[in-house]
């Protein structure tokens, strides 16, 4: 499962995720794994890159992901 969002906040996010501090998609399907990310200046920057990546098929995503992390490891603890 793939899951893709915007935040202010990235490592304290990433953080909720892995500690299942919030009910939603995520605790759900137990996605605890940062394995791509991008930076924006502006949120509305952000909310349009991400509704792209929304729309794009899955071996889309799969692409995007492993263009820059082929090995699909945790970047949380680069941050």
């Known amino acids: 499962m793939l ?3 915007v935040t202010g906040n990235l490592k304290k996010r990433i953080y909720e995720h892995k500690e ?9 399907y137990n996605l605890n794994k940062l394995v791509y990310y991008e930076v924006f200046e502006s949120a509305m920057d952000a909310i349009e890159r991400e509704k792209q990546i929304k729309a794009g098929s899955r071996n889309r995503k ?9 090995k699909w490891l ?3 603890h680069s941050l």
């Open 62 to 70: 799969i692409r995007l992901i492993e263009g820059i992390n082929k």
């Open 20 to 28: 299942k501090l919030i009910d939603g998609f995520s605790k759900r």
């Open 3 to 5: 899951y893709t969002g």
């Open 74 to 76: 945790d970047l949380y």
